[in-house]
């Protein structure tokens, strides 16, 4: 093991990925909570853990505000230890199902502004451009720029979108005490599902029912960009119909559906503008899909933002 590992006092497993425990540590020359993923790499070939590395590389510069910060990795004899920041309020899965535990609608307000922070996050990955701060983004999202390296995501789903308070995280602050309406999302999980395996064999192996895989992933296709905001599109649904857009009791159902993209409207409660974005996301033909930079320009964001402030 590297000398690094000696830096850190292991604390209590908060959580069990698909490919091993999840932990908070204290990194102690600093006094911080982070939280350490450990991935289990024993059964790999050396290509593979090749990637890996490559991907830990990637990551370690992606820098957002709304991206879950990569700290550093290390590594043991079988044992790949990704630490990174440690998000304390729980996650979007977790709103949702308080949400619905209540019989409440997650306001609209709110389902913009986690879309939005979701978006600006998406848009640094998908373009390797320079991020676009929250508060601009309406008046100026600069246009992509040709050649940089796309970094997708490919497992966006309510479970990987965490919200945080603006200030340093405080491991004793509860779930429940966070004001949602002042919660910072912050994206995990970026990129790994590529080194992981991305396959549909990845999906229905590790991560369970694939509710938010895009049709051409289904379909063995390569991921692309689009393949997000396929996903996203079904995050956003669910936050306003509090279950996802395509379910079915079993996989071949589910694919079936998905194939066929249609589902049912959001709640009248919401506006058109919304149920529109989400259409625009949730469009089997990969052509006619907006994309991060088509959906942030998108007037309807304009629009939204009145009723943000
Ligand atoms: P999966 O995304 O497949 O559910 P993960 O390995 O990503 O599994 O996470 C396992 C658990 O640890 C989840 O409950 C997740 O919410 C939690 N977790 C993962 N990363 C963080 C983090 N940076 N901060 C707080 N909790 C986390
Ligand atoms: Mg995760």
Not at 25 to 34: A, E, G, Q
Not at 93 to 116: G, H, T
Not at 157 to 170: A, C, Q, R, Y
């Amino acid at each position: 093991s590297g000398p690094r590992i000696n830096d850190y006092q292991v604390l209590e497993e908060i959580g069990r990925g698909s490919f091993g425990s999840v932990r908070k540590v204290v990194h102690l020359p600093s006094n911080k909570v982070l939280v350490r993923k450990e991935i289990q790499y024993g059964h790999m070939n050396s290509k593979e853990r090749q990637q890996l590395i490559t991907e830990c590389a990637i990551l370690s510069q992606l820098k957002h505000e709304n991206i879950v910060e990569f700290y550093e990795w290390d590594s043991d004899k079988n044992v790949l230890y990704f630490y990174m920041e440690y998000c304390s309020n729980g996650d979007l899965s977790q709103m949702i199902s308080n949400f619905k535990k209540e019989r409440k609608y997650i306001p609209e307000k709110l389902v913009w502004r986690i879309m939005v922070q979701i978006l600006t996050a998406l848009y640094r990955c998908h373009y390797g451009t320079d991020l676009v701060p929250l508060e601009s983004i309406y008046d100026k999202v600069r246009p992509p720029v040709k050649g940089s390296n796309a970094v997708i995501h490919r497992d966006l789903k309510p479970g990987n979108i965490f919200l945080s308070t603006e200030k340093v995280p405080d491991p004793s602050t509860a779930s429940q005490t966070l004001d949602y309406n002042k919660a910072f999302v912050k994206l995990g999980d970026f990129g790994l599902a590529k080194s992981l395996g991305s396959s549909v064999e990845f999906a229905t192996t590790y991560v369970g029912t694939p509710y938010y895989m895009s049709p051409e992933v289904l379909m063995d296709q390569p991921y692309s960009p689009l393949s997000d905001i396929w996903s996203l599109g079904c995050v956003v649904y669910e936050m306003c119909t509090l279950r996802p857009p395509f379910q079915a009791k079993t996989y071949s159902d589910l694919q079936r559906r998905i194939r066929a993209g249609s589902f049912e409207r959001i709640p009248e409660y919401y506006s058109k503008e919304l149920q529109q974005v989400i259409d625009s996301c949730i469009n089997p033909d990969l052509q006619s899909r907006a994309s991060s930079y088509s959906l942030l320009q998108n007037i309807q964001l304009r629009i939204a933002r009145k009723s943000l402030q």
